[in-house]
């Protein structure tokens, strides 16, 4: 079988795979599916009881403003996460079947994002509870999703190639993620921090798809010019490089997996 396929070959099996990670994922939970929009749901609740009286003062409509780091962050560190080992977990297939391998990546990265849209539908009850009005911003919406969707995209091929090579990969990026979670601004006002944390946060590629979402969606406001250019900036230069590094070592992925 040639791993080339036309454009309709590749959206199907993409779907086909992506289908069954989202089978895999909730075979054996009760809620199924379900459980996408109950556990942020869950999450922002207990964040507004525990840290309201704390992070509440200063930043209007806090939990909208919580839930939205919250479900950026979570596609990024759950579609990197589950990449991350895809093509081990799928040797046995990548041996056999020569598809594109790119597609299983792509599978763990769709799984994530529609993991990500149905999270979402908590978030417009939580802005329909604050009336939060539907304004000519919203048009950015699709570009903020679509821009995250590339740049996620790009980091999945990276760190996939990386667990190949090094499987103490899964532990150092685990932790990674964990450090990342504190400086995204998620719970908390940028404007709090010391200059030099500032800066840090404003340069973190997710810092930027948040505060774009936040100040679009939440607030009803154009966000500043560059925080729109990070926005394309990383989206390009990493899904570039993403790309670049996982063509270059994926002839010998199969050798060591």
């Keep these: 079988m040639n791993r080339k396929m036309s454009m309709k070959q590749f959206w199907f099996v993409l779907w086909e795979l992506t289908k069954r990670e989202l089978k895999r994922k909730y075979a054996r939970s009760f809620l199924g599916i379900l459980w996408s929009c109950v556990y942020p749901l869950m999450r922002m609740a207990l964040v507004v009881v525990l840290f309201s009286t704390i992070f509440n003062k200063g930043i209007e409509k806090y939990p909208a403003y919580y839930f939205v780091g919250f479900l950026i962050f979570e596609f990024f560190a759950t579609a990197t996460q589950t990449s ?17 391998r790119e597609l299983f990546i792509l599978s763990r990265v769709l799984t994530a994002f529609v993991n990500f849209l149905l999270g979402c539908i908590p978030f417009a009850a939580v802005l329909a509870w604050y009336r939060a009005a539907v304004t000519i911003y919203y048009f950015m919406i699709p570009v903020v999703l679509l821009l995250l969707l590339i740049f996620t995209t790009g980091m999945s091929y990276l760190v996939s190639i990386w667990f190949v090579f090094q499987r103490d990969a899964r532990n150092i990026y685990s932790n990674f993620i964990f450090i990342l979670r504190f400086f995204v601004a998620m719970f908390y006002s940028v404007d709090w921090v010391a200059d030099g944390v500032k800066w840090v946060i404003q340069h973190n590629p997710l810092y930027a798809y948040i505060y774009v979402m936040r100040q679009c969606v939440v607030y009803g406001r154009m966000p500043e010019g560059m925080y729109i250019t990070q926005m394309f900036a990383w989206a390009i230069g990493m899904f570039g490089f993403g790309i670049l590094v996982f063509k270059k070592y994926e002839n010998e992925v199969v050798e060591r997996l």
């Excluded at 991350?84 to 594109?100: G, Q, W």
């Design 84 to 100: 991350l080992t895809t093509l081990k977990d799928n040797s046995s297939l990548l041996i056999k079947s020569k598809l594109p």
